[in-house]
């Protein structure tokens, strides 16, 4: 610095820094040397005033942990701010100010410090690592909207948490296991249920059809070693004819008829159903034995019937004009529910 020791000040006027007017006052007022030359620096009693750049000779050092700065207003005036944390995160901010989805509203952030909420709907699960920054959307429902079965009217879920109900049938039992997640399906028992007949003692034949006098074939029965199984609620004895269809479903008809022929005649077996709603019956097999010779004969065959609720099965037997004979008590007419 140089010094004023020992100088005159005719020499030295102009390395001296004055007002540009007499006296600080409220008024700002240019800083200048003795020669008349401004400076960029103004004073007043409350202001100081640069006209061009403010420099350091060193930085000032910083420190993220104040949050004091000073910043320069719309005015150029220097101010005093309080910032909070995030101005010192490192670098600029990029982010979105409105959400959008077609055919939905707008979400649009209401402040800088906005948040958005993420929620699952049906079927949907939606969860944080706040670890890895990340957000996992993922299906949490699966199933299938529609049941479908041949020949009959689809089944449809009417919403994401409908329920399908599953009904046993005749003979068919359902159960479910909630700590496996399973579905059991069972017979109850009826996928065989049968029921066999005899006539109620031997039958002499004649040249008309005639329906023989029907008795059941029990389990003690010693004329014949068929034997009951659930017949209970699925067929039954009719009251004139011979067995009577309970429960729809298919059938299966054994017919094992022993005849005792005395003189060599045709044997005819008719096997005829009846519908519950008075139509004509209808024969399912006719079979003719033709010149059976005396002594004692078998006929015996099977068939299949889709049967309905009320349906009644039954057989007739004649012979022809000549000859003789009669169908025996051992005979039996067995009829199985398939289902």
Do not use: C, W
């Not at 007043?44 to 104040?66: C, K, M, Q, R």
């Not at 005015?75 to 979105?96: C, I, M, P, Q």
């Not at 399906?185 to 005639?210: E, F, K, N, Q, Y």
Request: glycine share 8%; proline share 3%; net charge negative.
């Amino acid at each position: 610095m140089a010094t004023l020791s020992g100088n005159k000040v005719k020499d030295t006027y102009t390395s001296l820094l004055k007002l540009a007017s007499n006296g600080v006052t409220s008024s700002l007022k240019v800083v200048e040397d003795g020669a008349g030359t401004d400076s960029a620096l103004k004073l007043s009693t409350d202001t100081v005033e640069v006209n061009g750049t403010l420099s350091f000779t060193t930085a000032p050092a910083t420190n993220s942990s104040e949050l004091t700065a000073l910043l320069v207003d719309g005015s150029n005036n220097v101010v005093k701010r309080e910032l909070d944390s995030t101005a010192f995160s490192g670098g600029a901010v990029n982010s979105f100010n409105t959400i959008s989805v077609s055919g939905q509203t707008n979400v649009v952030a209401d402040s800088s410090t906005d948040t958005l909420t993420l929620v699952g709907g049906n079927g949907i699960d939606v969860t944080t690592n706040a670890a890895t920054d990340t957000v996992t959307i993922a299906n949490s429902s699966f199933g299938f909207k529609t049941i479908s079965v041949s020949g009959q009217t689809s089944v449809v879920a009417d919403s994401n948490d409908d329920t399908l109900t599953l009904v046993g049938g005749a003979g068919i039992d359902i159960s479910t296991t909630a700590s496996s997640d399973t579905v059991t399906i069972t017979s109850s028992g009826l996928a065989t249920p049968m029921i066999a007949v005899r006539p109620s003692g031997a039958i002499t034949l004649t040249t008309t059809l005639a329906i023989p006098d029907p008795a059941v074939v029990d389990n003690t029965s010693d004329i014949s070693s068929v034997e009951i199984s659930g017949g209970t609620n699925v067929l039954d004895l009719h009251s004139t004819k011979l067995v009577d269809v309970v429960t729809a479903g298919p059938i299966k008809i054994d017919l094992n008829l022993v005849f005792e022929v005395t003189a060599q005649a045709d044997i005819q077996v008719d096997v005829i159903r009846e519908r519950p709603d008075g139509a004509t019956p209808t024969l399912l097999q006719s079979i003719t034995r033709a010149n059976e010779p005396a002594g004692n004969r078998v006929i015996s065959y099977s068939l299949f019937s889709a049967a309905r609720a009320g349906d009644v099965y039954y057989y007739k037997i004649k012979k022809d004009s000549s000859g003789s004979g009669s169908l025996l008590q051992t005979s039996t007419f067995v009829v199985t529910k398939l289902s």
